[in-house]
Structure formats: structure tokens, C-alpha cells
């Protein structure tokens, strides 16, 4: 059994690995592709992680989260365009979303008056604020829903060669 750190301030991917209870050189095993050494310099922030190897952290660990913590935290482009998405339950996620949506829906008349005339003037600037930050939450509560998903078929929680038949069928 690997000995548990004591450092304080651990980053997803040194997080993740502790539970799983390997070792970096185990790790380095599961990963094929990624030595210890490595491991060690992303995991203490010594080196900076290349996308490839945060996929197959991702896959390897069964762990889809670590994808969106790279691009939200570490990413440049990503710390500017990605929310960080934080793992809900699967009712927390649905609730969140209906009541965005719920919000939007009683803002939609005022959302189209604000931009029909393709300019949002200072009067109007505030409810637009408003609508788009409601907006925001449901992009959110979206890629959290899809996170889950995407964590539950990691899982073998859902049936990964039904879900991907209907999303194939879906997009036809």
C-alpha cells in the first residue's frame, strides 16, 4: 500500500491518485505513457501537463473531471473560457437547471425587447446583465450534467454502447 502525502494543497490529478491508493510508479503502469518522474513534477507543479496526458489521466482514472480542472486552472485559454464544473447529484443538477431555465422563461419578453433593435442602450444594460448571467448558469448546469454523464459511463453506470447508438442516432 502506497504512504499517503502530507502535503497540504494537493492538486486534482495528485487528489485522484491517492484514491485509487497507488503508488506514482503504479500510476506510471496504468498510464503506459507517463513515467513517475513525470507524475511527480505535474502532481507537485514542477512541470506543466500536456492535454494528452490529462486525457489519459482522465481515462485511465476514470475520472473526466480532471479534463475540465486542467482547462478551467490551468489552461490559459480555458482560465478565460471554461467554468470550473464541480460534481453535483444527479437531482442538484436537474433543480439547478429547471430553475434557470424557470428564470429565463419569466426574463424572455424582456430579453427580446432589450435586443431587438441590436443594441443594448444603458437603460437596458443591467436586466441584460441579469438575463446573461442566468444564461451562464444553465451552460453550467449543461457541461455539470454532461460531466456526470461522462462519469457515469466511466463507471459502467450506463450502458456506454446504448448511450452512444442513441447519440449517433440523435445527431442524424
Request: proline share 5%; charged share 35%.
Amino acid at each position: 500500500m502506497p504512504r499517503v502525502s502530507t502535503k497540504e494543497n494537493k492538486n486534482a490529478y495528485f487528489r485522484r491518485r491517492e484514491e485509487l491508493k497507488l503508488t506514482r510508479e503504479q500510476a506510471s503502469e496504468l498510464l503506459e505513457s507517463i513515467p513517475p518522474e513525470r507524475i511527480e513534477k505535474i502532481e507537485n507543479e514542477r512541470a506543466e501537463p500536456h492535454p494528452d496526458e490529462i486525457m489519459i489521466m482522465a481515462e485511465k482514472y476514470r475520472s473526466p473531471e480532471l479534463c475540465n480542472y486542467y482547462c478551467s486552472k490551468q489552461c490559459p485559454i480555458g482560465q478565460r473560457y471554461v467554468p470550473e464544473i464541480r460534481m453535483q447529484d444527479l437531482s442538484q443538477i436537474v433543480l439547478s437547471t429547471v430553475d434557470s431555465l424557470n428564470t429565463v422563461q419569466d426574463k424572455q419578453k424582456r430579453f427580446i425587447n432589450i435586443t431587438a433593435d441590436g443594441v443594448i442602450d444603458d437603460a437596458e444594460v443591467d436586466d441584460f446583465v441579469d438575463i446573461q448571467m442566468e444564461l451562464e448558469k444553465i451552460s453550467v448546469a449543461v457541461e455539470t450534467l454532461q460531466l456526470w454523464s461522462e462519469q457515469m459511463l466511466a463507471n459502467g453506470m450506463i450502458n456506454v454502447e446504448k448511450y452512444e447508438a442513441r447519440k449517433k442516432e440523435r445527431q442524424k
